[in-house]
């Protein structure tokens, strides 16, 4: 039986400090006994109906188109098939700097080994239901005023799962860097009461 922990992050392929810490999951997987399975939420869903910055509305406009087509794979395919898309897509938008458009859709589904046609995704909203669905599942355990990413670690010997925003740093810690702030998130994260550690926002995402 193996002893890995099995961890959720749910993610926006539009946000970069998600993409971040996405990263820096990646690297934790190399370091502690941990599997990370990457699910979908929505910016767009969880910002319905508030007052918004003009710049920040049409950001989350854009934000749909992706975030349909993330939801398509995760309704048709596995984790594996998640994953890979959400690293092709972030590379692409995060990296690349990429249109988000349909050939942005396209490009990532082909390096992911997926059917293009899932592009068409970005402009139907029957995908919409399912959407909705994964981001509750997603926020249920953390509250709707946070945003992405957020992560779910199940508890151990029938303890609570545990749940939690982030964390939001830049850029990713490497190696036993990124162990250590496992390490310490989760302590911190698992503690009863324990709601809130933050601090003022001084860096723009690194991607290094």
């Excluded at 859709?105 to 592009?119: I, S």
């Excluded at 995908?127 to 779910?152: E, F, I, K, N, Q």
């Amino acid at each position: 039986m193996s002893d890995r922990l099995s961890v959720d992050m749910y993610f926006d392929p539009m946000c970069p400090w998600a993409w971040i810490t996405s990263r820096w999951l990646l690297e934790v997987e190399q370091v502690r006994q941990v599997d990370v399975r990457f699910k979908v939420m929505s910016l767009a869903v969880l910002n319905e109906g508030r007052d918004l910055p003009p710049e920040y509305r049409k950001l989350l406009d854009q934000a749909w188109g992706p975030v349909r087509v993330a939801i398509a794979v995760q309704e048709k395919h596995d984790a594996d098939a998640v994953r890979a898309f959400y690293g092709a897509v972030g590379t692409r938008i995060h990296l690349g700097k990429q249109s988000i458009d349909g050939q942005l859709y396209v490009d990532a589904l082909t390096e992911a080994g997926l059917d293009p046609a899932l592009a068409a995704a970005a402009e139907e909203p029957a995908w919409d239901a399912p959407l909705r669905t994964s981001h509750a599942a997603g926020m249920a355990p953390v509250g709707m005023d946070v945003g992405t990413p957020v992560v779910h670690v199940p508890g151990h010997d029938g303890a609570e799962p545990v749940a939690f925003f982030g964390p939001v740093i830049t850029p990713a810690p490497r190696g036993e860097a990124a162990g250590k702030l496992w390490d310490g998130v989760l302590l911190v994260a698992a503690t009863p009461g324990f709601y809130e550690l933050k601090r003022s926002r001084e860096a723009d995402p690194s991607f290094d």
